[in-house]
């Protein structure tokens, strides 16, 4: 006997999955397939026709100089806030897990960053770090001119940084504290009857316990890092000063609707989707293989 | 017997809607899109309502789209879609990527088609080379024209011993470092943002090219020549200057732009355009004196004229003729030169015509304290006739270069690289940009 479910009506799957399909095609393959086609050609930005070129406009990228500056910057980018926000994030779901004082208020607290739409949150940091104007600017009264993201490449994109990993503290937050209380607390009472601190058991036995999580919310990270900075950048910088906080997602965007150059921004979206797919890739093949579950 | 009766009224109804049609008539909508917002954007919303109440025929929908490139791309998006206004702003830089798109009526065409009769050698001949074809033909109806200026605290002139304003950059240069030794925190305001004013417009006034063929008029393979002229010179004195702390960074990354640092009285100097005009009078804190002049030359350079700024209107493809009767008849009100004269005095733009300049000046418009000194814009775009150099620039996907140029200003002066290397591979970009503009292109001509 068939042991797996089955419909007996060929039709009704379909039918069922029909909705989710149907968005999926119209948001993503339609304008994937669009930006692949664009990708080989020279579009004309008003639409007045264009002409295949194959693989010109990916040799031409990768034969640009500042675009691998972009790469390197977004990859710099990405380890920076995916190790900032999830260690920030993992040292408060720890202490919330361990039921101190109000933890039921912080909780609530930790997780409303990640509530903030990042345009938002781009223009309420810009003025807080405005070197003049700004709440951090006010250091600049005690040692002038030591604050400065205006002129200072690397400060500008330490800044962006910041606040990203902010941004992302609340998501991951959620799911460490979830998977910190999925420990059996046996486990960790056992350890401290052994003479176990606080910080050896974090190590030793939580941190195992939720390697699960942690892998999932290192891929998520690294994607969203990757693509979602647009917002940040363009408030923040518009990847000033001198091209310091460009990163790949925000020159696809200059390029493409500033510059009207679309073949080469979708060239570079190709590129960008690829790596992202290949994120997702080592999370779906090699991570979930060997990451022990319990 | 009821449905006699139903079917009677709804003949009568029927009969008598037709019957009154042409006396209700609704009037033909078309959009206006544009890039302009805030107060600039409240004056546009009056200008349409002056026209709508002028005449019964037409009604103009205006849409503000925020800023200049966002109204060029949802231009571009909208075109794509076959949902464009009738008519959209676009900005000096998007001229080139306009005249090729095939997608627009020619002014000229437009309005002789509909019967108006504009008089186009009235415009000024540097304004109308900008948004003309190289044989002369006109495209886009100018709209917002504007050109750069530099603008002085005279209170901070006089403090240093200064009379009148300053016309060399070397006698900038001396009362900036007297303002400086006077304890003035920010002799000069300086914004990179703005490569518009510090180096399109330098290029200008000194009869400098900026690419090849004529800036572009005389073909698409035209080539980057900034490293090559008087701009390398320019670009070291601003660096010298910025290092010496004259000229101090006020943009939007600090947290003031230098209009507004000029306008509250903590920079004494500051370049920008004519259009700024109506906002530093608004902004300016009591008790500030303060002239606007034309930008400063070199020693020993003749001065040639500055380029127009703005945007112009551009009529697309794709409507009905009702709509482009229209459009017509609004170009037709925007050159009346009562509207003209409203639309300088409100916003600071210049008015692009000789009898409407005239005018303004038979009015003693310019004598009054609020306009005083905006003639000199008209001066400064009129120095001479256009030159090669100085009747506009035609290359493609401009914005991208201004952009570079930003970034290269800002690349010498925060961090020290080389001038000379700098402009360099400003050209080298440059050169890259157009020739992509050139491929993408490849079939076209230039008109």
């Known amino acids: ?294 | 017997m009821t449905r006699n009766w139903l079917l009677n009224a709804a003949f009568t109804v029927g009969a008598l809607a037709l019957a009154t049609a042409p006396a209700l008539a609704a009037p033909t909508k078309f959009d206006f899109w544009y890039g302009l917002s805030g107060d600039l954007s409240e004056r546009i919303q009056d200008m349409c309502k002056d026209f709508n109440a002028s005449q019964a025929d037409y009604e103009i929908v205006c849409t503000s789209q925020n800023d200049y490139d966002t109204n060029l791309q949802n231009t571009i998006a909208a075109y794509r879609a076959n949902k464009q206004p009738t008519i959209s702003q676009i900005f000096d830089a998007g001229t080139l990527d306009l005249m090729l798109s095939q997608a627009y009526l020619p002014i000229g065409q437009l309005m002789t088609e509909n019967g108006y009769d504009i008089d186009w050698s009235n415009y000024f001949s540097g304004i109308a080379s900008y948004y003309s074809t190289s044989k002369g033909e006109l495209l886009s109806m100018p709209f917002n024209s504007s050109t750069a200026m530099i603008y002085y605290n005279t209170d901070a002139l006089t403090k240093v011993g200064f009379e009148g304003l300053p016309t060399t950059w070397s006698q900038v240069e001396d009362v900036a470092r007297k303002m400086k030794a006077a304890g003035y925190d920010c002799p000069i305001g300086f914004d990179p943002a703005g490569a518009w004013q510090w180096f399109e417009q330098f290029e200008a006034v000194h009869n400098q090219p900026i690419a090849t063929h004529g800036n572009g008029f005389d073909g698409l393979d035209a080539e980057m020549v900034v490293g090559k002229g008087k701009f390398v010179q320019q670009l070291t004195w601003l660096k010298a200057m910025y290092d010496e702390g004259l000229l101090v960074l006020k943009s939007k990354d600090t947290g003031e732009v230098d209009q507004d640092a000029f306008a509250a009285g903590k920079c004494q100097i500051f370049s920008g355009s004519i259009a700024g005009h109506g906002s530093v009078t608004a902004k300016a804190i009591p008790d500030l004196h303060w002239d606007v002049a034309m930008l400063p030359t070199l020693d020993g350079v003749t001065r040639t004229n500055s380029l127009v700024g703005g945007a112009s209107l551009w009529t697309l493809k794709g409507k009905t003729p009702e709509e482009y009767k229209g459009a017509a008849a609004f170009y037709n009100f925007l050159a009346t030169p009562k509207q003209a004269e409203w639309w300088s005095t409100v916003t600071g733009y210049i008015p692009v015509t000789n009898t409407g300049f005239e005018a303004m000046k038979a009015n003693g418009f310019y004598d009054k304290a609020p306009y005083a000194g905006r003639q000199r814009a008209i001066e400064s775009l009129t120095a001479t006739p256009p030159t090669e150099n100085t009747r506009g620039i035609r290359l493609g996907n401009y914005a991208s270069i201004r952009a570079e140029m930003v970034k290269t200003i800002q690349n010498v002066l925060f961090n020290n690289v080389p001038v000379q290397q700098a402009l360099d591979e400003f050209d080298a970009k440059g050169n890259d940009i157009l020739r992509r503009f050139q491929a993408t292109y490849k079939d076209a001509v230039l008109p």
């Open chain 1, 1 to 294: 006997m068939e042991r797996r479910a089955y419909y007996r009506n060929k039709g009704l799957p379909w039918l069922l999955i029909a909705p989710q399909l149907l968005l999926v095609l119209v948001f993503f393959y339609w304008p994937t397939s669009q930006a692949l086609y664009w990708a080989f050609t020279l579009e004309q930005p008003w639409g007045g026709g264009n002409t295949w070129v194959g693989w010109d406009n990916f040799l031409s990228i990768f034969h640009d100089k500042e675009y691998w500056g972009t790469v390197v910057r977004s990859a710099f980018y990405a380890c920076c806030t995916t190790a900032l926000s999830m260690f920030m994030a993992l040292t408060l779901a720890v202490f919330v897990d361990r039921s101190l004082k109000g933890t039921r208020a912080f909780q609530s607290v930790y997780v409303w960053p990640y509530a903030i739409a990042a345009p938002a949150a781009g223009v309420a940091f810009r003025f807080m770090f405005a070197p003049e104007a700004g709440l951090i600017g006010a250091i600049n009264d005690i040692w002038p001119g030591i604050w400065n993201p205006a002129i200072n490449g690397y400060q500008a994109l330490g800044m962006i940084i910041v606040c990203h990993s902010w941004l992302g503290i609340g998501y991951n937050f959620i799911f460490f504290l979830a998977a910190l209380q999925m420990i059996p607390r046996s486990i960790s009472e056992a350890g401290a009857m052994d003479g176990a601190r606080p910080v050896r058991r974090m190590l030793d036995l939580q941190l195992p316990l939720i390697a699960p999580t942690v892998f999932f919310l290192l891929i998520i990270n690294l994607i969203s890092s990757f693509t979602d900075s647009f917002g940040l950048i363009d408030t923040m910088t518009e990847g000033g000063p001198f091209g310091s906080t460009e990163v790949m997602v925000y020159k696809i965007y200059f390029d493409g609707f500033k510059g009207l150059d679309y073949s080469g921004a979708a060239a570079q979206s190709i590129i960008l989707m690829l790596l992202v797919v290949a994120l997702t890739f080592v999370q779906f093949k090699w991570v979930e293989k060997r990451v022990h579950y319990n």
